[in-house]
C-alpha cells in the first residue's frame, strides 16, 4: 500500500466504496474540536486537523468540581490540559472587572484505535459504519 500508484480495492457488489479516515474520535460532552494551528496551517490531507478539544466555563461557579476536575497541575500537564484565564475586563462595568472566573479549558482530543471505516449498506440499503485499522 506504500508503494507509489496504489489504489485501494472497491467492492462494487458491496456498495463501499473507498475507505474513509477520522483520526479522532468525539470531544468529551461539553467541549467542541478545534485546530491548535494558529497560522491557518492545513493539515496533509488538505484540511483542517482538529485536535484539540475545548470549551469555556465559569470556574466560580463551582469551585470545588473544578478544583477536583482541574486542581493538579501535574495531572493536568501529563494529559496536555491548559487552562487559560479569559479577561473580562469591561471599561463601562465597574463592577465586573476581571473577576477572573471565565477560563477557557483545551485538551488534547482522543484519537481512534480504528480510524479508517468502510459504509457499508445493510439488507435495507442503511449505511452502516464498520472502523478498522492498519497498523495490526
Known amino acids: 500500500m506504500a508503494k507509489s500508484g496504489f489504489s485501494w480495492p472497491i467492492c462494487h457488489e458491496a456498495k463501499a466504496g473507498k475507505p474513509g479516515f477520522e483520526p479522532y474520535?468525539?470531544?468529551?460532552?461539553?467541549?467542541?474540536?478545534?485546530?491548535?494551528?494558529?497560522?491557518?496551517?492545513?493539515?496533509?490531507?488538505?484540511r483542517d486537523d482538529k485536535d484539540q478539544c475545548?470549551?469555556?466555563v465559569n470556574q466560580?461557579?463551582?469551585?470545588?468540581?473544578?478544583?477536583t476536575q482541574f486542581g493538579d497541575k501535574r495531572e493536568n500537564e501529563r494529559k496536555?490540559?491548559?487552562i487559560r484565564q479569559i479577561n473580562q475586563n469591561n471599561d463601562n462595568d465597574v463592577f465586573n472587572r476581571d473577576n477572573g472566573c471565565m477560563v477557557q479549558i483545551t485538551q488534547p482530543r482522543p484519537r481512534r484505535a480504528d480510524p479508517?471505516?468502510?459504509?457499508?449498506?445493510n439488507d435495507k440499503?442503511?449505511?452502516q459504519r464498520a472502523w478498522?485499522?492498519?497498523?495490526?
Open 25 to 46: 474520535e468525539e470531544c468529551p460532552a461539553g467541549m467542541i474540536a478545534v485546530s491548535s494551528r494558529t497560522d491557518g496551517d492545513r493539515s496533509f490531507l488538505g
Open 60 to 67: 466560580c461557579s463551582n469551585r470545588a468540581a473544578f478544583r
Open 54 to 56: 475545548t470549551k469555556t
Open 132 to 136: 478498522f485499522n492498519l497498523n495490526d
Open 125 to 127: 440499503g442503511v449505511k
Open 80 to 82: 496536555g490540559v491548559t
Open 116 to 121: 479508517y471505516y468502510f459504509d457499508i449498506p
